[in-house]
């Protein structure tokens, strides 16, 4: 690729051809040999060293030998190198000098440059001058009686070529070759119709050269003075480059006129003198007028700057005329305000007046106390009124710009900045930090490295609480457990910083060493210019929600606990029921065999057998319907203390031998209600049960009774128990030291036939349940392996005795002249069955029913010849309850015997009004029925 050629290379190349040019018009102008009145080539050596620096002296050197071989026709050999040597080595002074002294720029813009510019172009051609002419004489160009006279017009020539040729170059040449000089450019001839302008004006000063030339009377006064009048105008209206123009323009003009005219020495002299005043004149005119042109320029840059960077920045601007109480301000007060930019009054009142009431003395005192000394800058915040009648904050800033020679200030200036959306960021950020402070989470924030940066109120209230109200120097890790702080530093930080949050649970430290759990969740905040990273950490206290997590579990564990027993209740109650039938069956079938048997019969044996078995199994079964709560029950006012201590000598032969039995019994004690054969029974199973946990080691039994009231809550905790009524109750409690049992094992000691024992039948502790229910009550266990179980019984306390409940069988007097006949009704057919051959034997004839609707069907036809009805209480389609209701309606009179497995008062609780006349409990055998119908007197109705 071609490559193009410098700026300095060009220049060197324009500055060669220049100067020969000017060379050969120097000649013209020659007035001795080498010695001419404008000699050129000195200004352009200068303005070359000026522009491109004095590392370019061997190109000033070499041009000027070049043409002094060439045109000098000097008759030794070294005069062709002496003069180009000292020609360089002068203005190379010259330009080192006025670099050095008078600045960077090329052309003066300050007095002191202009004065040491001035001094340079006119003492560097002096000390050429007067070396160079010295060397003339001895070649024989000069004479030493004309020393002076030739140094002088030496002098003259390069004085008028500097000044004519420096000023254009440095002015036109600098911008393009200098970079620091482009700025300083000045616009010149912008369009055609300038430049036409510039013309006419050159054309008018060489008119004013020229008339001074051809008219005799003004060459003879040397009227050059004419020139002044364009050149002025000139300098005013195009500054420095028109000045510069002008004056070579004069130069050259004024050099031709008078080599034309062929003028004397003293007008060549006296122009001489007029060219050196046009320059100054000329130059300095056109520099000032420059400097004028550039500061308004500057300014008006400046001021252009100024304004976009208040527009940009949004900023408002004020100035208060203290000693005037003049008020303005810039046209964006209007555009923030809605109001003329002058104000609602051009006085520091107006002003006032437009501020919030409650912001005024607020912004009155900042004002004043500015005027009077006391801060060095106004800074005030206000809400003013637009006017579209909104509010709006401002920011006042500013200071005094101006003082009289009191010190008083006179002009006061400064912006007004709208910070109406920083003011609700702010309010908005208050509000926001209030809630923080108000949330009763643990709210804090940290560093990257996990440093503590803020706590809210709650946090800092626990931290005060360990003794340490600061957050300083304090981490993350610091606020958990040693478990906590390990999860925050091996895991939580990292997953945060990678996923954008972290989730989890764990411990704050809390006073004394306790634990508070939190749900913990921490977020990174990572700003985006420096990849800072900050942490924000939440931290809500869970105790309540565990706790209540727990009671919720507990809760629904002893919902499950009863539904269970509930459950198995309901089993065992209806298990109990059928296999009752089965057992009337069975032992009524036995007890008629056995009347037809003599005592001695071998099958007598067998009989009694069956029978016993059959008992036993009545009496599982009535374990059953205890732990089912339909156990019958012959309900008495008992004591508790005399019932155990009455039970003293049966509880000591059950135990074992190595047991201790601790009766702790108190009296007076209040009464319960409820049978007193079954309350022993609880008392016992629970003595037994002890003494079995107890085993073959040494150990104690304590019994102990308690009056006392409970509360509703002290129920539902220690005896799990939600329906029980708060009130007195009497308490038993049966504690052993034996071997306790496991948590597991705990939850079914209360359900049927389950055991941990190789014998058994796993039915007591269940049927001790039971009877607790049906007595309205309620049983707790306590037990830890290897510690020993507790057993803790409350029943309902009552004062009053026991009221049996009266029965008045109906008078009947049947038919003497037949046998009794009574109708059984029972859905069982082998109860049926064996209950009528039971009355066979009794000398009653009998008819039976399988349900309710038949034995209310057989009442309708057989009723007047009835002696009575036995009826099961438990039937499909219509039981005995209705049933009895039905046989009431129609045989008011009929007497009623009620068969049920169930105990009486869980049966005859349905009969609200009229009772059954005798309630007899299956299973029964005949001498059963016969007690119970003697008892009623219905035994003699056969």
């Known amino acids: 690729m071609k490559q193009r050629p410098t700026p300095q290379l060009i220049a060197c190349l324009v500055y060669f051809a220049l100067h020969l040019a000017a060379h050969i018009s120097a000649s013209v102008f020659q007035v001795a040999p080498g010695i001419s009145i404008w000699y050129p080539p000195a200004g352009l050596a200068l303005s070359l060293l000026l522009l491109l620096g004095l590392r370019y002296a061997p190109v000033v050197f070499a041009v000027n030998a070049f043409s002094a071989i060439l045109f000098s026709g000097f008759q030794v050999w070294w005069a062709p190198i002496v003069f180009p040597l000292l020609i360089t080595a002068n203005y190379s002074g010259a330009a080192w000098l006025l670099t050095r002294y008078a600045g960077p720029a090329l052309m003066p813009d300050t007095r002191r440059r202009a004065f040491i510019f001035a001094i340079t172009l006119v003492g560097a051609p002096a000390v050429l001058a007067l070396v160079g002419t010295g060397i003339l004489i001895p070649l024989g160009y000069a004479k030493v009686d004309e020393f002076i006279h030739a140094s002088l017009r030496w002098w003259i020539g390069d004085v008028s070529g500097l000044l004519t040729v420096v000023p254009v170059a440095l002015v036109f040449a600098g911008p393009l070759l200098v970079p620091g000089e482009r700025a300083r450019r000045v616009p010149w001839l912008a369009t055609l119709r300038d430049a036409g302008f510039f013309g006419i004006e050159m054309l008018v000063l060489l008119a004013c050269l020229s008339l001074v030339f051809e008219v005799s009377p003004l060459r003879n006064y040397n009227a050059f003075y004419l020139c002044f009048l364009p050149l002025i105008w000139i300098c005013i209206r195009h500054g420095l480059p028109g000045a510069t123009i002008a004056t070579l323009l004069v130069t050259m003009g004024g050099m031709i006129g008078m080599h034309l005219t062929g003028s004397s020495t003293y007008l060549i002299i006296n122009f001489l003198l007029f060219q050196l005043a046009v320059a100054v004149v000329g130059l300095g005119l056109g520099t000032a007028v420059t400097r004028r042109s550039q500061a308004e320029r500057e300014l008006a840059t400046s001021e252009s700057r100024f304004e976009r960077v208040i527009d940009g920045a949004q900023l408002g601007l004020w100035d208060w005329n203290v000693a005037g109480n003049r008020v303005s301000f810039n046209s964006r007060w209007s555009g923030l305000t809605g109001l003329p930019a002058a104000g609602p009054s051009s006085d520091f009142a107006g002003w006032e007046a437009l501020v919030h009431p409650a912001d005024r003395p607020r912004f009155s005192r900042a004002l004043r106390d500015h005027l009077d000394g006391k801060t060095p800058l106004i800074e005030v915040p206000y809400r003013i009124r637009t006017k579209d009648n909104h509010v709006r904050w401002m920011l006042a800033r500013g200071s005094t710009v101006a003082k009289d020679h009191s010190g008083h200030p006179l002009l006061v200036s400064g912006t007004h900045t709208d910070i109406t959306e920083t003011k609700q960021a702010e309010a908005e950020t208050h509000r926001l930090l209030n809630i923080i402070e108000a949330n009763t989470d643990f709210v804090a924030t940290a560093n990257a490295d996990g440093s503590l940066l803020y706590a809210n109120a709650s946090l800092l209230n626990l931290l005060a609480l360990l003794g340490s109200p600061s957050i300083a120097g304090r981490r993350i890790p610091d606020l958990f457990t040693s478990r906590g702080a390990k999860i925050i530093e091996a895991e939580a930080l990292s997953a945060a910083v990678s996923s954008g949050f972290w989730h989890g649970e764990l411990a704050l430290l809390g006073k004394s060493g306790t634990e508070i759990p939190v749900s913990t969740v921490l977020l990174p905040h990572r700003e985006a210019e420096t990849e800072v990273i900050t942490f924000s950490l939440i931290m809500r206290d869970i105790s309540r929600q565990r706790q209540a997590e727990t009671e919720r579990i507990a809760s629904e564990r002893k919902m499950l606990q009863v539904q269970k027993l509930e459950s198995l209740g309901v089993l065992a109650g209806g298990i109990a029921h059928d296999f009752n039938n089965l057992l009337t069956a069975i032992m009524g079938n036995a007890s008629l065999a056995r009347l037809d048997l003599d005592a001695n019969a071998p099958a007598a044996t067998s009989l009694a057998q069956i029978e016993t078995a059959a008992e036993r199994a009545a009496e599982l079964c009535q374990q059953m319907l205890a732990y089912a709560g339909r156990s019958p029950l012959a309900f008495s006012t008992v004591d508790l203390s005399d019932l155990i201590d009455e039970t003293t000598q049966l509880i000591q032969v059950s135990i074992r031998k190595n047991t201790e039995l601790d009766l702790r019994l108190q009296r007076p004690l209040a009464s319960v209600k409820g049978d007193a054969s079954q309350l022993r029974q609880i008392v016992m199973n629970l003595v037994l049960n002890a003494s079995e946990a107890i085993g073959d080691r040494a150990g104690h039994i304590r019994v102990r009774t308690e009056s006392r009231h409970f509360q509703r809550s002290e129920l539902r905790t220690a005896f799990e128990d939600q329906d029980l009524p708060p009130g007195d109750y009497v308490l038993v409690e049966v504690e052993d030291n034996g071997s306790g049992m496991r948590p597991e094992i705990r939850q079914h000691i209360f359900e049927p036939f389950f055991t941990t ?186």
């Open 757 to 942: 024992k190789f014998t058994g039948r796993g039915l007591g502790l269940a049927a001790v349940l039971g009877i607790v229910k049906a007595h309205r009550g309620a049983i707790q266990v306590a037990s830890e392996p290897g510690q020993g179980t507790m057993f803790r019984v409350i029943l309902p306390a009552h004062d009053s005795p026991a009221r049996a409940p009266q029965t008045h069988p109906p008078a009947f007097s049947p038919s003497p002249a037949s046998p009794g006949l009574v109708l059984v009704v029972d859905d069982e057919e082998s109860v049926r069955a064996v209950v009528a051959r039971t009355l066979q034997s009794l000398g009653f004839n009998s008819i039976v029913a399988a349900d309710g609707a038949e034995g209310v069907d057989a009442v309708r036809r057989n009723g007047d010849s009835l002696s009575f009805v036995l009826l099961d209480l438990v039937m499909p389609r219509m039981d005995g309850h209705e049933a009895f209701l039905e046989l009431q309606h129609l045989a008011p009179n009929l007497p009623v015997i009620l068969m049920s497995g169930f105990s009486e008062k869980l049966s005859l609780e349905r009969f609200n009004g009229a009772k059954p006349t005798a309630f007899i409990s299956k299973p029964f055998a005949r001498d059963a029925l016969m007690r119970c119908l003697a008892r009623v007197g219905l035994s003699d109705r056969a």
